[in-house]
């Protein structure tokens, strides 16, 4: 069993930054790829950006890319989502999930995920 545990959302200006992390605790995670979602009040989950196992290949929503960056440290059995230039629309609650792939974590088909940070960005 894996425990994810997500920290380091709040309220920040437009414009502004965040630095999420992803504790992991109970197993390594370093075999899993591993990706953030967010979902809105009144709208669907959204993938936000997925990670390789080895952290070799990264993958972004389009509405993120550029100014969003996932990156990960396996020896801490930790993942990051760093994010800039912080919009309105970026407000949700961002989830940290892993699984066997990114490509399965696109899908939605995650092993295992976190109860989630609030993100809210003001205007």
């Known amino acids: 069993q894996v425990q994810l545990v997500e920290s380091g959302g709040g309220l920040a200006q437009a414009g502004g930054s965040l630095r999420l992390s992803c504790a992991t605790s109970?197993?390594?995670?370093?075999?899993?790829?591993m990706a953030w979602f967010r979902q809105a009040p009144g709208k669907e989950r959204e993938f936000v950006a997925g990670?390789?196992?080895?952290?070799?290949?990264?993958y972004y929503a389009d509405s993120v890319k550029g100014r969003f960056a996932i990156s990960r440290d396996n020896a801490k059995n930790a993942g990051y989502l760093q994010m800039n230039s912080l919009k309105p629309e970026d407000t949700g609650v961002y989830y940290c999930?892993?699984?066997?792939?990114?490509?399965?974590?696109?899908?939605?088909?995650?092993?295992?995920r976190g109860q989630g940070t609030q993100v809210t960005v003001s205007s």
């Open positions: 999930t892993i699984g066997p792939s990114t490509a399965r974590l696109r899908l939605g088909q995650w092993e295992y």
């Open positions: 990670i390789s196992s080895t952290g070799f290949n990264t």
């Open positions: 109970g197993r390594t995670v370093a075999i899993y790829a």
